[in-house]
């Protein structure tokens, strides 16, 4: 549930497209080519879509000595809510998710901002964090929303819902975030939304119609807008304005798109933003008092430090659940894995050459026989 996910993991965050094909479609598949900065710019995607989804996330420590997080992944335990006789709602973060709540009912929350771990406080009946067992009564300044007991949208329904077949639209979907308020809702309960280019590759981020209502200044940042149709006579270059003008830039915007932008005020419309638009946002004084602007997808954290202890910290944790056989047997595949993988792509690259289709099944096919070579050998 995303704008580009469906469904999103806590430890490996694949991005997949499936659709069918006809016959035509299957006769070219093998026409396909990847070029080595193909490969590479995906690789880097599947990097940001993680630490977008993961944030500032510990898969082995409680994040409640942090206090409030500016953004973190969170899970709401299902099994102890119901259990709870006043439900009240919580949120916890990734690490309680595994050590705490194993086997329970969890639903995934994505991220949430400024939030610290409920696990075991008083919003849960006679049970205790285990990895932080002493926790205040409350998380005062935590907000909770609907999300947390496994509602959705302005429809206010599970996802997937189960009063609905499996074939219904609402239930094979993508949800789609709003930014401001973090609820996740069905395309077709956002308003207006045809209005809007709503590929992936069209917008950054979405705001929900009563968001907007709380926000509306956005309406007058017009380019920024990823709208279908714009009067360009109508629109200017208010960006080179800015570079000769001073004092306020959405006052300028205000007198500029005065009309089209009181209209979309009045219009209690959903709005899809165009990338980068936070950029464009003024930052004058009178601005930052309106405007809290916030991390963008967990990139500010200490990335180099935090990535490689993450990413040990989850090997490590899936090794733990195997026994010394399969644990050999994982380790020897993952070297293999990545020294043959670079391997293969430099000979590309030093060559200048695409990587096809046949390529890659030809180089996991390669893999897949050395694995069972080592198989015969250890037994």
Not at 25 to 49: G, H
Request: proline content about 1%; hydrophobic content about 30%.
């Amino acid at each position: 549930m995303s704008k580009n996910w469906q469904k999103f993991s806590s430890i490996f965050i694949h991005k997949h497209k499936m659709s069918k094909l006809d016959e035509s479609q299957e006769a070219n598949v093998d026409q396909e080519v990847y070029s080595l900065q193909e490969i590479i710019e995906s690789e880097k995607e599947q990097t940001e879509i993680a630490s977008a989804v993961l944030a500032a996330s510990d898969a082995q420590n409680c994040s409640y000595t942090q206090g409030y997080v500016y953004r973190q992944a969170l899970y709401c335990c299902l099994t102890c809510l119901n259990s709870n006789k006043e439900n009240k709602l919580h949120g916890i973060c990734l690490a309680c998710s595994y050590e705490c709540h194993q086997n329970h009912e969890l639903v995934e929350l994505y991220t949430k901002r400024n939030f610290r771990c409920d696990c075991g406080n008083s919003n849960f009946s006679d049970f205790k964090c285990k990895l932080e067992p002493e926790k205040e009564n409350e998380n005062s300044m935590n907000k909770y929303n609907h999300n947390f007991s496994g509602l959705y949208c302005s429809c206010n329904r599970p996802y997937p819902d189960p009063d609905l077949s499996a074939n219904d639209t609402l239930n094979n979907e993508e949800m789609i975030q709003c930014t401001i308020c973090e609820d996740w809702f069905h395309l077709k309960h956002l308003n207006n939304f045809s209005n809007f280019r709503i590929s992936e590759n069209d917008y950054e981020d979405m705001v929900c119609q009563q968001c907007m209502t709380l926000t509306p200044f956005l309406w007058y940042y017009q380019e920024q807008l990823a709208l279908k149709d714009k009067n360009e006579t109508a629109l200017v270059d208010v960006e080179s304005e800015t570079d000769h003008c001073t004092g306020c830039k959405l006052e300028r915007l205000k007198k500029t798109y005065f009309c089209v932008g009181n209209k979309w005020c009045e219009s209690q419309s959903s709005c899809f933003l165009s990338d980068s638009w936070r950029d464009s946002l003024c930052k004058c004084e009178s601005c930052l008092k309106i405007i809290k602007f916030y991390e963008e997808k967990g990139k500010k954290m200490d990335e180099m430090k935090k990535q490689e202890v993450d990413e040990q910290k989850l090997l490590n944790n899936e090794l733990s659940k195997m026994n010394r056989v399969s644990q050999l047997e994982f380790l020897h595949n993952l070297n293999d894995f990545k020294t043959d993988l670079k391997d293969f792509l430099a000979n590309f690259a030093r060559n200048g050459q695409v990587v096809k289709r046949e390529n890659i099944e030809e180089f996991f096919e390669g893999l897949n026989n050395q694995r069972k070579k080592r198989r015969v050998q250890l037994f």
